[in-house]
Structures are given as structure tokens and as C-alpha cells.
């Protein structure tokens, strides 16, 4: 980055700095993952200073003849991935595009089951904090005493409240949702089903979890997480919610789409179609349940009873004694990056619960394997049980940078 290095070099600084944190951090945090330099390639691309307003055919601004072929790419790609009738690439994010298909379907005041926080549920899904539970009514379902969606419950509770969607769809929780079941549910109550995969979209394209599209009415997803790709949203739905749903990204929530998002975003899905990518996903799949079996190994208690995807959910508090801003905090110092995490129904607060999550979808990236993962479990165990211990914490740091070291990314950036 030679021109930015000279025109503004507080930004190329810290551009720096993040990308060496970056190559040398041991990346837990279940969301976060590398894109490939082909991605960050288009993300940096003269589409940033387009305007293109509208769908590819019918946009509301002239010179649009590849604007529409990246859209039209990008589409098609996800199509192929996810075998889904529509697909809308222009939510800006997980978020947004979780508001979008509310207000496509939905009035204000309609009533909306969705998981519960602390359970493992996102905050879009009508956290008291956020719009969504402002404009929709919100009753929030949880896990049973084995850790799984106890669908008998959720079935009683659809009777009960007759909600006019049914959402699934999580942040934290770890087991597989049993799609028919789900969706026999709502179908008994004539409520639409919606399904946030934010998480699990990349183990779903690599076909290491079994796709829930042919079940759900309205499926949303980050493109960032497992998926691999640029920072963004997108919406895949059955044909009958096609025109709501685009009408409601634009005009009804957003102006114009970001064009060097969505043709990073066609990158990205195009990689995501590979045989390596299936690979990729399988991995994932192999590492989080060696990161389970080892930390249980060291008396972490594991949430949920265990991992069906790409994390745990740990309960340090109650295993350890140390809460989970203590050991996010320790952590960080040794150079592995996760999060504090609520557990459910957890008795702590919010910015300092009980609990941290885990996730292998970055190191897996790099090329990490079983034989990593048992590293990294023993490394969390040392540092949680040693937080206080500055020496041995510094130990550990070098450790972790030598590994690291050994797995690369970002080869060709400078
Ligand atoms: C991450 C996440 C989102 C939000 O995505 P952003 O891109 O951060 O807006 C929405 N839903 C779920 C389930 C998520 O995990």
C-alpha cells in the first residue's frame, strides 16, 4: 500500500499493526474467520464508487452493465450453494438483513418466537435493547435441561401464543436443530418460519451440516462467518417471499447496495462452491469436537452437553472459579482472542458472565488440525487456571506467536 503508506500514515499504521496481530493472534472468536487475498482484492476494487440502486435490469441510475454482472454472479453462486429459489446479496449486514426480512413479512405489533439471549439466541432476535423488539412483540423460547431446543415446549408454546413467525437461529448454541421438527411446528400454528444461519452458513455450503433451505420459508445469514466472505448480510427465501423481501431491502431499509462487497461477495461464494471448501468445513467440524473432548479432559464444563458445529460454549465460571471477562482478559494477553460469553440463564452480568465461547473457524484456516487444537485446549487450561501468573502467561505468548508462525496467512500482503 504504497500511496496510503505515504498519504496518511496513522491509517497504514494501524492497517499494520492489525494485520501483524492478525498473523500472530490465535483467533478463537467463533465469528471471525480470514477471508482469502482474492476477497480483500475485490473488496478494494472502483466499485465502492458506484451507485446502483435497484436489482440488475431495473436499476434507478445509469452504467450499470457490471455492476449487474457481479449481482447477477453473486446470485447465481448463491443459488448454487444453498439450492435456494431467491436470493437477495445487498443486506449490509447480519443484522440489517435480519430487520429486512421482519418488515417483509411481518407488521409491527406481530408476535415473533424466537430463542433467548443467554441461550444461545442473537440480539436482532428481540433483545429488549434493540429495534426489533421495539416494532415486533417477542416471546423468547430456551433450552431444555439436556441442553437441547425442547420442542415439545416450543410446540406448547406456539399453541399458546400463535406467533405469526417462528425463528430459529443462534449465536452460541452448539447442537443441531432438527429442521423438520421445526417446521412442523409452525406449520401446525400457520406461522412462518425464518432461520438466522449467521453462524453455520459456511458448514452448511461445505454440506458438513444438512442444509435447512428446502425448510424454512425465509433463511438469513452473515456472509462473514464460516462462509468466508466479505462483511455482509444476505436473505434466501421461497419464491412467494421474493418480491416482499426485495422490496423491503430496497427501498423499504436500505439505498444503495455496496458493489465492492457484493462482487467480493461472488469471490467469495465461487470459493465457497470448491471441494476444498467442503474440506474446509469437515475440518471444522473434526477441530471443535477435539477443542470439546479436551477441554472436558481439563474440567471445563461444555454447555449444551457438547458441539455439533464450530464451538463450545464454556462455563469457566463454574469450573474454575475465574469468570469469563477474567479469562477473555488473560487470554488476550497471550495472544489468543475470544469472547466472554453468557451461559444460559446465566446468574452473572452481561459484561462479566460465567461463561467464554470458543471457535476453530479461523485457525482451521490457516491449516490448523487435531494436532493444533490440543495444543491450543491445553494452552487455555494453563492460562485460565495461571491468569494471575504474568510469567507464565509471557511463556505461553511466545508459544502461541511460534505456532502461529508455523501456519501463515497473508503471505503476499504488505
Ligand atoms: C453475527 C450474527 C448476526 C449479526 O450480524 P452482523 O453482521 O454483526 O450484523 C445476526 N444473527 C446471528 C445469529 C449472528 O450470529
Redesign the pocket.
Known amino acids: 500500500m504504497p500511496i496510503l503508506k505515504k498519504q496518511d500514515p496513522k491509517i497504514y499504521k494501524a492497517i499494520q499493526g492489525e494485520l501483524k496481530r492478525q498473523r500472530e493472534g490465535m483467533e478463537l472468536i467463533a465469528?471471525e474467520n480470514y477471508v482469502s487475498e482474492a476477497v480483500l482484492e475485490a473488496l478494494g476494487t472502483v466499485f465502492t464508487n458506484k451507485y446502483s440502486e435497484g436489482y440488475p435490469g431495473r436499476r434507478y441510475y445509469g452504467g450499470q452493465e457490471f455492476t449487474d454482472v457481479v449481482e447477477n454472479l453473486a446470485i447465481e453462486r448463491a443459488k448454487k450453494l444453498f439450492g435456494a429459489e431467491h436470493v437477495n446479496v445487498q443486506p449490509l449486514?447480519?443484522?440489517?438483513?435480519?430487520m429486512i426480512a421482519y418488515s417483509a413479512v411481518l407488521k409491527p405489533g406481530d408476535k415473533v418466537l424466537g430463542m433467548d439471549l443467554s441461550h444461545g439466541?442473537?440480539?436482532?432476535?428481540g433483545h429488549p435493547v434493540t429495534l426489533s423488539a421495539q416494532v415486533y412483540d417477542f416471546v423468547r423460547y430456551k433450552t431444555g435441561a439436556d441442553g437441547k431446543i425442547d420442542y415439545k415446549e416450543l410446540e406448547a408454546m406456539a399453541i399458546k401464543e400463535k406467533p405469526q413467525m417462528i425463528l430459529a437461529?443462534?449465536?452460541a448454541y452448539t447442537r443441531q436443530l432438527d429442521y423438520k421438527k421445526f417446521a412442523a411446528i409452525a406449520k401446525k400454528v400457520g406461522a412462518i418460519t425464518m432461520f438466522?444461519?449467521?453462524?453455520i452458513a459456511g458448514l452448511i455450503a461445505g454440506k458438513a451440516l444438512p442444509n435447512p433451505v428446502p425448510y424454512f420459508d425465509i433463511v438469513?445469514t452473515?456472509t462473514?462467518?464460516t462462509l468466508r466472505g466479505p462483511?455482509?448480510?444476505m436473505i434466501l427465501c421461497k419464491e412467494k417471499f421474493a418480491k416482499a423481501i426485495d422490496k423491503a431491502a430496497f427501498p423499504g431499509f436500505q439505498g444503495g447496495p455496496h458493489m465492492n462487497n457484493i462482487a467480493a461477495k461472488a469471490v467469495a461464494f465461487g470459493e465457497a462452491l470448491k471441494p476444498s471448501f467442503a474440506r474446509y468445513a469437515a475440518q471444522i467440524l473434526k477441530n471443535a469436537k477435539v477443542l470439546e473432548i479436551e477441554l472436558k479432559k481439563y474440567g471445563f464444563k461444555i454447555m449444551f452437553g457438547g458441539t455439533d458445529n464450530h464451538m463450545v460454549l464454556v462455563d469457566v465460571f463454574g469450573s474454575k472459579g475465574v469468570t469469563g471477562k477474567e479469562a477473555e482478559k488473560a487470554l488476550d494477553k497471550v495472544g489468543i482472542t475470544l469472547n466472554k460469553n453468557m451461559i444460559p440463564d446465566d446468574p452473572r452480568s452481561p459484561m462479566d458472565p460465567s461463561g467464554v465461547r470458543i471457535g476453530v473457524p479461523a485457525v482451521t484456516t490457516r491449516g490448523m488440525k487435531e494436532r493444533e487444537i490440543v495444543k491450543i485446549a491445553r494452552w487455555i487450561n494453563d492460562v485460565v487456571e495461571n491468569h494471575a501468573d504474568e510469567k507464565k502467561l509471557k511463556v505461553i505468548h511466545k508459544e502461541v506467536i511460534a505456532l502461529c508462525k508455523k501456519f501463515p496467512v497473508y503471505g503476499n500482503l504488505k
Open positions: 465469528s449486514s447480519g443484522a440489517p438483513a435480519n439466541g442473537h440480539l436482532t432476535h437461529g443462534f449465536s438466522d444461519i449467521a453462524h438469513t452473515t462473514h462467518k462483511r455482509g448480510g
